[in-house]
């Protein structure tokens, strides 16, 4: 679906079609394809016919129809019982129900049990964010197809689950809040640092991630990693507007105008993780918020607290370590103690097959090298960084170091 107002329509009325269509025919992949169809016939009939009064109740019809002629090809009998459905439009409730949201409802069928942890989260951003299969391997540092399989595979395991659109029992709902959580923050992140395009920023991605952990939140006030997890979120996105200039072009932290910082998504997010903190256990959201707010906090770069920020992301490393986390470690170390030390911790990722692809090590090693006074190791980083960065923004701000 091309053009600003189709991909509206689209974000907006998406998840309402599929949990619609999961209501009535149950199977996701099913459901998926058939939304996809429908997807197809409206980026070529709407710019021609315009957008329907009613989108929703639209595409409803239209993926209805492709889902009864699939079961009209399988089997007699089901063309028999849905013959009256596939000539009625789809149901007042079905197409003009406001109020209800079924984003979350998807989000936690896309969280069942039969699924691991990565599985969830990447089916959750494909079928419910939309996100694209390129922008979800980037996220896990894996190849597309690799991605695509691993899509496929988590269908057919909901499949064979016979999991339905319904929410969890309150006793299975735990265990699929963290993986909705990890959803919305790399939505978010997308949306706050694209992985490849023309632009840095998908504002409105962020923006709906944050919508759906202020109503996670609504629905779980005492969850302490969602009041993390939404803190987070507000404190990052309150620099979006500070982070490209006029040209779009990549504003990094240290050149940023604080005055166009959100000041009151910080102190919405300072107050939210104040009152989380005290609670006991302190897991990696509420963390991250923690080093997000030391950073909102500093009046300049150089009044930042790195010393704290590295004594930070030290918890964070022992509550969830991993590469990201110490790419991150490493600058707070080096700001706070040197350059020297921050290139050390850096080392062990150099082996790592997953870092080696990632613009952002090379990026990161250009910068401290460049701290350490070695312009020619830096050159070398930043053009290996350059050369494997999606992001077009990314690619001219380091090619603008490269030039310097």
């Known amino acids: 679906m091309t053009g600003p107002v189709l991909g509206d329509v689209w974000r907006h009325e998406a998840p309402h079609v599929l949990g619609a269509l999961l209501r009535k025919y149950g199977d996701l992949g099913d459901c998926e394809e058939a939304l996809q169809d429908a997807a197809e016939v409206a980026a ?10 009613s989108p929703r109740a639209w595409l409803i019809t239209v993926a209805s129809r492709r889902l009864i002629d699939r079961a009209r090809a399988d089997s007699a009998r089901t063309r028999r019982e849905t013959l009256d459905a596939a000539q009625r439009p789809a149901t007042t409730e079905e197409a003009t129900t406001e109020d209800s949201d079924d984003t979350l409802r998807l989000f936690f069928l896309c969280c069942h049990p039969a699924l691991t942890r990565p599985s969830q989260v990447a089916l959750c951003l ?3 964010a939309g996100l694209g299969v390129e922008q979800i391997a980037a996220a896990y540092l894996v190849p597309a197809r690799t991605m695509t399989q691993r899509l496929s595979r988590a269908r057919i395991a909901l499949r064979q689950a016979g999991a339905r659109f319904v929410m969890p029992s309150p006793e ?3 265990d699929r809040v963290a993986a909705v959580i990890d959803v919305c923050h790399l939505v ?8 490849s395009g023309e632009a840095l920023l998908d504002v409105q991605l962020a923006e709906e991630a944050i919508r759906l952990v202020r ?16 803190a987070l979120m507000l404190l990052t996105h309150a620099r979006s507007a500070a982070r490209v200039d006029a040209a779009g072009d990549l504003v990094p932290l240290a050149e940023q105008d604080r005055l166009r910082w959100r000041h009151d998504l910080i102190t919405e997010g300072v107050e939210l993780l104040e009152r989380t903190l005290p609670r006991g256990h302190v897991g990696r959201f509420q963390l991250q918020a923690a080093i997000a707010a030391v950073h909102a906090e500093a009046a300049t770069y150089e ?3 790195w010393l704290q920020i590295s004594v930070l992301y030290d918890m964070l490393s022992k509550v969830a370590p991993g590469p990201a986390v110490t790419l991150n470690h490493a600058v707070a170390v080096a700001m706070a103690h040197g350059p020297a030390a921050g290139l050390a911790m850096l080392e062990p990722l150099l082996d790592d097959p997953a870092m080696q692809r990632h613009h952002r090590l090379y990026a990161v090693r250009g910068h401290l090298l460049d701290l350490s006074a070695d312009p020619d190791g830096a050159v070398e980083q930043y053009r290996i960084a350059a050369r494997l960065t999606a992001s077009l923004p990314e690619q001219r701000y ?3 170091k490269l030039a310097r």
């Open 215 to 230: 109503q996670l939140h609504a629905a779980l006030p005492d969850h302490a990693e969602v009041a993390g997890a939404l």
């Open 44 to 53: 070529a009939r709407w710019p021609v016919d315009g957008v329907p009064d």
């Open 172 to 174: 299975e709902l735990p």
């Open 398 to 400: 380091l090619n603008r």
């Open 303 to 305: 009044e930042t607290d």
């Open 188 to 195: 978010f992140t997308e949306g706050y640092a694209r992985t």
């Open 126 to 128: 494909r079928s419910v």
